[in-house]
């Protein structure tokens, strides 16, 4: 009986093994099962030295650091993957190295910084990250090897059905929840970055391949690296810096598609073309691409795939939530769209693509709304889906036919088209259309009435809303979710048409209904509560509007965090009441702290660090620090037309501002060419008549009176006084004020009588509207008398300031405005033969307005002092 | 009779060569127990080899150390042996040697009728090349005591490796194991990955894995197999140090 035992080239000694076959060593594999588990390093254990042997295949490093390369995994235009094994811990791992090129210090250090960010992440469903250095010439990191490959290949080769998707991405959504609580951006999600460990998904590549690009235009660096299609509409705008956790949830829902349909929703389009696709177009319905979709699960597609960060869910967590609500088969939170906002979509694509584009888009979109309305009417209760299934493409027909048909084919003549065009042929033939069949009718006329609110008719949108309410009310009950809506949406006219009591008392009803159906904490609640804060504002019941303020802001701190998007907006709100107070180094604090907010949690370029940055500047330029104010300007308006477009109303906002500023420092070219671009453009995106344009035109009619183009300036403010008499009434304030503007520039061309038409108007609006004692209310009274004065009405001027008098001493005791007002009390006595009375009236208060002059707005102080200046030396030549 | 011990999945000690059963189970169950006893016969089963080496050791003849290994297991299931006292207790290897020396003092007094045991056959010897096994594992400069250590040592692992293979058998990968087995001692270099991922049809990074885990569930049986001798499983660590400097001397 011969020994069977052969000799372990390892240990040199016999192999112990009873399988004396395949070279196996039972002592070197018992050790090393050992070692393994007592942790020691594998490697030094053993007897004898092993002999450096490659296992690289030829082209391969044979080594890098401490790990033996096996194999490579992949190769990107930024790094290559090796498979390689630690020997010390006996370990496999998937070794990640920068690719080679000429060694870039800043970008290998930027690397390396980056990866001791992402190696904190330790989460299940994450590939953790071990170990990363530099060495042989390579800058690496080491992590988890996974073998199952990735979802793109999973996608490829054996596409998973909804529900395992819908798992699978809701893991994927919690360790994303979980990096981002720990303040880590995955910046590059897409399928070959989800990596499957069996059913498990596993995230890699955290946050590396969007790092190693020094900022600038990821769109470009995506075509590089792979593909643009799952990056966010404002991280393709705004570059690196727009990336954000709702952008990683952009991807996600990205993914979502793309598993349920097969394809990306811009599948097929150049990184050149996707830009414009993002802003304008919407993604293909996923239930045309395919139907077996649940229909939940394609409005928690939709959700996240919202254009605007701030439409999407609000965090990972709610996405993950949501799949667990549809995978348990409960009521998921995302509500589809409504149509109210398919429409406004349509509304907004509509403004820039209606003119130029060709039928063919509009055939595309009514497609769009066609599905998705379908799917939106069955899902709110299976129930009644094939009833309101009925209604839905009534509803549908109606719009097709009678408003998105008109810009077909034979329309195509006409490529200047107008949505508000569209809209009146729509709302002349609804008619008796829909008698008996209300269902129908409410959503058609909440369309309409949306449509119209958004391009500023009022008086139209108003008498739709109305007739939608009282259907919504007799079909889904007074405080039906849907009813709320349209009722909301009518104070909210009442807001926007300054008839602010009446606002105040809907709004205060709405935030109280709202209250008591949902809950003081739930965001529609929140919501009305700022709507109602607002309307405080603008009625000057500044106390009232900052303590609701506090109060909301408290809650959504608490609900949402301190650095949500509603929050900070919120907080912006805030701002401006303080400063209206009077508060502003307090306004200028706060204001401070919420844009750091902003730019720490959304980043410099989200759309609401952009409203904050434009916020704060007005409070600088409320404290005359324009030093200050136009840095911000200018960063908003870079941001905005980077970020959010030329076009967005965030930086036409910023532009507008920068120019009015521009307009007070007296840079009046610079202004005249700003403001002038944003005439320009909110005429066009907006309609002539909407409230901003029409404010802009002010602004613009105001810079052409102070640079004495007083043609221009009379023509623009007629056409504004006219639409704001048409759509605010004549008592309104800012109908009141482009009146008295209107008269200012009349008198400076010297048409005195027709100016004192005007003034004496808006004196009676001011009066009615907001009362005797208020500010504007006694500076149309100072208006008409200086008028009259002018026009040897020495009496009427008389009788007027006289019973003017008591509310300014009253209202602005001591002041300039006063002091001047007796002035002109005391000229038109002079010319009224009480010369000594007058004479010292005029003396005493041109001194007092002379010795305040620094409180003078600086646009006004020299026209004032050569008035007082007239008086005073008229007074001295009556004598 | 020699291949018999190459293929141990088809020997008629399978399913009870694995230490499947617990020390502690034995230590904890009454005596008079049939639980006890079976699995104080699983554990005897498959820890005869350090025993049959000791005796060879200590200049029995093959014959003998056979008859003595089947008279002590005996002498264990049947006696009060185990229920009396022993510092030694908590560990079956540091017991069963103590067990075998208290047996020898006492055998020359009752040889003849242990040997015979009784004519019971607990170990089946006919299917064993037990001769075989202790030459392999042999190493002729150590004492009888350290020629036990070492011998456990390699039990340990021998039995961790029989249920390895076992279950990788169970999940249809026989043929993965038998390419890949002799790299549970060594590290594949860079002829062997490429022959092995050719005989396999796979690739390099694949075979480094299947390599991977083989290692780890195989480190895993080994723990599994010392914890099973142990009363305290705290005890584990160090167990698995002694082993280790059992294999390395």
Redesign the interface.
């Known amino acids: ?1 011969s ?3 052969s000799t ?3 240990c040199r000694r ?1 192999t ?23 942790e020691d390093s594998v490697e030094p ?1 053993l ?1 004898v030295p ?1 002999p450096e ?5 030829a082209g391969l490093p044979a080594r890098i650091g401490p790990y ?1 390369v ?2 490579e ?1 992949g190769r990107g235009g930024m790094a290559r993957v090796f ?1 390689a ?1 630690q ?1 010390r811990l ?3 791992v998937a070794l990640k190295v920068l690719a080679g090129g000429p060694a870039n210090e800043a970008l290998e250090q930027r690397f390396l910084r980056e990866i001791q960010t992402v190696a904190r992440l330790r989460h299940p469903h994450i590939v953790a990250i071990h170990d990363s250095g530099r060495a042989d010439g390579y800058v690496y990191f080491a992590m988890d ?1 996974i ?1 199952g490959g990735d979802l793109a290949h999973r996608l490829r080769e054996q596409p998973p059905a909804p529900r395992e998707i819908a798992a699978l991405l809701e893991k994927t959504a919690r360790a994303l929840a979980y990096a981002h609580a720990e303040g880590v951006i995955h910046r590059d999600l897409k399928p070959s970055n989800i990596l499957l460990d069996g059913e498990e998904p596993r995230l890699a590549d955290f946050g590396l391949a969007a790092q190693i690009e020094a900022g600038g235009d990821l769109t470009m660096v995506s075509a590089i690296i792979g593909t643009p299609h799952y990056l966010a509409p404002e991280a393709v705008r705004g570059g690196s810096a727009a990336l954000s956790p709702a952008s990683d949830q952009y991807a996600l829902g990205v993914i979502l598609y793309e598993a349920l349909a097969g394809r990306t929703p811009f599948a097929g389009a150049s990184a050149a073309e996707l830009p414009a696709l993002l802003s304008h177009a919407e993604p293909p319905a996923l239930r045309l691409l395919a139907p077996a979709t649940p229909r939940d699960l394609e409005t928690i597609c939709l959700q996240c795939l919202e254009r605007e960060p701030t439409r999407r869910y609000r965090g990972m967590a709610e996405f993950a939530d949501d799949l667990a609500r549809f995978l348990a088969g409960v009521e998921i939170v995302a509500r589809p769209p409504g149509l109210g906002e398919r429409f406004r979509r349509f509304a907004r694509r509509h403004r820039t693509a209606l003119a130029a584009t060709s039928a063919a888009t509009l055939t595309l979109t009514a497609g769009i709304v066609t599905s998705t309305t379908l799917a939106v009417r069955a899902t709110r209760a299976e129930k009644r889906a094939a009833r309101e299934a009925a209604a839905a493409t009534a509803v549908v027909n109606f719009l097709q036919d009678d408003l998105l048909a008109q810009a077909g084919p034979e329309q195509q003549s006409d490529p200047d088209i107008r949505l508000r065009t569209v809209l009146d042929r729509a709302s002349r033939s609804i008619g008796q259309r829909f008698v008996g069949q209300p269902d129908v009718e409410a959503p058609i006329r909440e369309v309409l009435g949306v449509t119209y609110t958004s391009v500023g008719q009022y008086p139209v949108a108003r008498e739709h809303l109305e007739r939608a309410l009282v259907l919504a009310r007799q079909l889904y009950g007074p405080d039906d979710f849907r009813t709320l809506r349209i009722d909301n949406e009518l104070a909210s006219i009442l807001v926007y048409t300054r008839k602010l009591p009446e606002a105040e008392a809907a709004k205060h009803r709405l935030f109280q209904l709202h209250r008591d159906r949902f809950g003081p904490d739930h965001r529609a609640t929140l919501n009305t509560a700022s709507d109602l804060a607002a309307v405080y504002n603008y009625q000057g019941k500044l106390k009232e509007a900052e303590t609701l303020l506090r109060e909301t802001i408290a809650r959504e701190e608490r609900v949402f965090g301190p650095n949500d998007p509603s929050t900070v907006n919120s907080r912006s709100i805030l701002g401006v009441i303080l400063t209206r107070r009077g508060r502003l180094q307090e306004a200028a604090a706060f204001v401070e702290e919420t844009l750091r907010r902003a730019r720490a949690s959304l980043g410099d370029t989200h759309e609401t660090t952009i409203v904050t940055l434009t916020s704060l500047a007005g409070i600088y330029g409320r404290l005359d620090q324009y030093h200050l104010a136009i840095p911000l300007l200018d960063e908003a308006c870079q941001s905005g037309r980077k970020a959010l477009g030329p076009e967005h109303p965030a930086t036409l906002n910023a532009m507008n501002s920068l120019g009015v500023v521009y307009f007070r420092e007296r840079r009046l070219d610079e202004a005249a060419a700003l403001l002038g671009q944003v005439l320009e453009t909110r005429r066009r995106t907006l309609e002539p008549d909407h409230p901003q344009t029409l404010n802009t035109s002010v602004t613009v009619a105001g810079l052409a009176r102070e640079r004495g183009q007083l043609d221009e300036a009379i023509q623009l403010a007629t056409k504004v006084r006219e639409v704001r008499l048409r759509l605010l009434g004549p008592t309104n304030a800012d109908t009141a004020r482009i009146t008295d503007f209107l008269g200012h520039c009349l008198a400076d061309r010297g048409k005195l009588q027709e100016a004192l038409l005007r003034h004496v108007e808006a004196l009676a609006a001011r009066r009615e509207k907001l009362g005797p004692e208020h500010f504007e209310t006694l500076e149309s009274v100072r208006t008409v008398a200086a008028c009259r004065l002018q026009l040897g009405e020495a009496a009427a001027a008389e009788a007027l300031l006289r019973e003017a008098l008591p509310h300014a001493d009253q209202a602005q005791p001591g002041t300039w405005q006063t002091a001047l007002a007796r002035c002109q009390l005391g000229a038109a006595l002079v010319r009224l033969g009480r010369a000594p009375e007058g004479r010292i009236l005029v003396q005493e208060n041109a001194a007092l307005v002379r010795k305040n002059q620094e409180k003078i707005p600086a646009l006004g102080r020299a026209r004032i002092l050569r008035e007082v200046g007239a008086y005073a030396a008229e007074a001295e030549s009556a004598r | 009779m ?1 291949g018999s ?2 293929t ?1 999945t088809s020997g008629p000690q399978e399913g009870t060569a694995f230490a499947s059963t617990q020390w502690s189970l034995v230590l904890e169950t009454r005596s008079d127990s049939a639980n006890r006893r079976t699995a104080l016969e699983g554990l005897c089963r498959a820890y005869w080899l350090p025993i049959y080496g000791y005796l060879r050791r200590r200049g029995h003849a093959p014959p003998d150390a056979e008859d003595l290994t089947q008279g002590f297991f005996l002498y264990l299931l049947e006696g009060d042996f185990l229920d009396r006292p022993d510092p030694a207790k908590g560990r079956f290897r540091g017991y069963l040697i103590g067990a075998l020396k208290h047996f020898l003092a006492g055998e020359s007094r009752h040889a003849s009728a242990q040997k015979r045991g009784g004519g019971a056959q607990f170990i089946d010897w006919a299917s064993l ?1 037990a ?3 202790f ?3 042999d190493q002729s400069q150590q004492d009888p005591s350290a020629a036990y250590e070492t011998s456990w ?2 039990t ?3 039995n ?2 029989r249920r390895l ?1 076992a279950e990788q058998a169970a999940a249809g990968r026989a043929r993965q194991f ?2 890949l ?2 790299y ?7 002829g062997e ?2 022959d092995a991922a050719l005989a396999l049809g796979t ?4 075979v ?2 299947w390599i ?1 885990r083989l ?2 569930r ?3 049986l ?2 599994l197999e010392v914890a099973a001798s142990l009363q305290d499983p705290a005890e584990v ?1 160090n167990e ?2 002694h ?2 400097q059992a ?2 001397g």
């Open positions: 009986m020994p069977a035992a372990c080239p390892r016999s112990h093994s009873p399988f004396g076959v395949g070279g196996l060593c039972l002592r070197c594999a018992g050790v090393r099962a050992l070692a393994i588990d007592l254990s007897d092993v042997v490659s296992a690289a295949p033996e096996i194999d995994l498979c094994r020997p006996d370990r496999l090897y073998e | 020699s011990a190459a141990p090349d001769e075989r096994e030459l392999a594992q040592a390699l340990v692992m021998s961790a490796l293979e038998g390419v087995k002799g549970l001692s060594t590290t594949p270099t860079r990955y490429d690739t390099r990074a694949t480094a894995v991977f290692n780890r195989y480190a895993e080994v723990r660590k698995m140090r082993l280790l294999l390395r």
